[in-house]
């Protein structure tokens, strides 16, 4: 009975309580062949921010592989790729005390498809969510139906302005082509003489 307060009290000493990291990614992205984009991650931690403390690391898990490889980590300054295929394509491009530990990939090519995990920790802010981005690098940007129904709603939106521009327009010209005939009308009834009658 007295068994587990006991152990409860040896144990409890050496136990401790591990807060977990927030991340936030954005979950797809797509990028044109030879162009740079921003893989972004930002964080929230329970503990106060320190460059002392705080490390990043981004991984890559290249299509029908389980596990990823590291492909970048930044503790006190940034630590890039010196091999591999993201070496002179990965560049940091965060901020640790704002919150943010995104980096950025350089002319991105083909063979960087698939699935990006950001890792944040802040001891003792050790254990969280991993951020994980896919990445879609294309040859052209697809436009996706909301930016279809953007460009067809500001289309039409645009074609109404200049039915109503050219509606005003004409109405103008009109009127000043009425007021402009109302004026020689006038005039020409001011110099008329009126005939006289004979006796």
Not at 40 to 69: I, Y
Not at 75 to 88: D, L, N, V
Request: proline letters at 5%; a negative charge; hydrophobic letters at 40%.
């Amino acid at each position: 009975m007295y068994l587990f307060p006991a152990l409860g009290a040896l144990v409890w000493p050496g136990v401790h309580h591990v807060e977990g990291m927030e991340l936030l990614t954005s979950s797809e992205l797509e990028a044109v062949n030879g162009t740079d984009v921003r893989l972004k991650c930002t964080f929230k931690s329970t503990h106060p921010l320190s460059e002392e403390k705080v490390s990043v690391s981004w991984s890559f898990r290249p299509l029908g592989k389980m596990t990823g490889e590291l492909i970048f980590h930044y503790h006190k300054s940034a630590f890039p790729p010196e091999t591999g295929i993201f070496k002179g394509h990965a560049v940091w491009s965060g901020d640790i005390m704002k919150g943010d530990a995104s980096i950025t990939l350089q002319n991105v090519q083909f063979r960087f498809n698939c699935t990006y995990s950001c890792q944040v920790k802040n001891p003792p802010d050790i254990q969280g969510f991993i951020g994980e981005i896919s990445l879609r690098v294309v040859e052209k940007v697809s436009f996706s139906e909301i930016g279809i129904l953007a460009i067809a709603v500001g289309g039409s939106i645009g074609v109404l302005l200049l039915i109503l521009i050219i509606f005003t327009v004409v109405r103008v010209f009109r009127r000043q082509d009425d007021d402009m005939f109302v004026e020689m009308e006038d005039h020409r009834s001011e110099n008329q003489v009126p005939c006289e009658r004979m006796p």
